[in-house]
T-cell receptor, first 113, second 113 residues
Framework: EAQVTQNPRYLITVTGKKLTVTCSQNMNHEYMSWYRQDPGLGLRQIYYSMNVEVTDKGDVPEGYKVSRKEKRNFPLILESPSPNQTSLYFC????????????FGPGTRLTVL | SQQGEEDPQALSIQEGENATMNCSYKTSINNLQWYRQNSGRGLVHLILIRSNEREKHSGRLRVTLDTSKKSSSLLITASRAADTASYFCATDPYGGSQGNLIFGKGTKLSVKP
């Protein structure tokens, strides 16, 4: 089944403790991206990747890192999480470009205490 | 940078009625997409309309695009309780960065049985 998976789905952590949210797609998509969703603010793009080893900042990249070593995986790294990073995070992928249909993962609900 | 703005923010209708949601945007676009999100879940692609198209249909969905007014509308005909969800427009700004797809804040639709 074609899908985007994220792990973990729920995470409660403390300020400053490094964490990684994994994202994997099995559709051989070139384009992948991360979004955060907050009440009243909608979805905001954090980082995106056009292909392996090619990543770039979205609208709200501060406090986040990403890597794209393999085509299928696009992990989101929070090196020193802070409470303002408490949010619902989505990974998405598409065939080649932002204009293609985006396939979203199920979301990761992160709480930073 | 918030590009798309949906209107209304919330909409409550009875089953069988039509639901209309609007999206306005600020800059010229290549295309516009509509997505649906069931509570707390990942977004699902509904329909894409290109800047040179004026209207598009998919089942009970009808999307229009007016580039002169920088606006789009999504019409759901004969709504069902299962249509209860949030609906987002996403724009691909013309001349924008290669990766940035910009989502609006969404319209929350509630369809009462």
């Amino acid at each position: 089944e074609a899908q985007v998976t994220q792990n973990p789905r729920y995470l409660i952590t403390v300020t400053g403790k490094k964490l990684t949210v994994t994202c994997s797609q099995n559709m051989n998509h070139e384009y992948m991206s991360w979004y955060r969703q907050d009440p009243g603010l909608g979805l905001r793009q954090i980082y995106y990747s056009m292909n392996v080893e090619v990543t770039d900042k979205g609208d709200v990249p501060e406090g986040y890192k990403v890597s794209r070593k393999e085509k299928r995986n696009f992990p989101l790294i929070l090196e020193s999480p802070s409470p303002n990073q408490t949010s619902l995070y989505f990974c998405a992928s598409s065939f080649k470009h932002r204009t293609d249909t985006q396939y979203f993962g199920p979301g990761t609900r992160l709480t930073v205490l | 940078s918030q590009q798309g703005e949906e209107d209304p923010q919330a909409l409550s209708i009875q089953e069988g009625e039509n639901a209309t949601m609007n999206c306005s945007y600020k800059t010229s676009i290549n295309n516009l997409q509509w997505y649906r999100q069931n509570s707390g879940r990942g977004l699902v692609h509904l329909i894409l309309i290109r800047s040179n198209e004026r209207e598009k249909h998919s089942g009970r969905l009808r999307v229009t695009l007016d580039t002169s007014k920088k606006s789009s509308s999504l019409l759901i005909t004969a709504s069902r309780a299962a249509d209860t969800a949030s609906y987002f427009c996403a724009t691909d700004p013309y001349g924008g960065s290669q990766g940035n797809l910009i989502f609006g804040k969404g319209t929350k639709l509630s369809v009462k049985p």
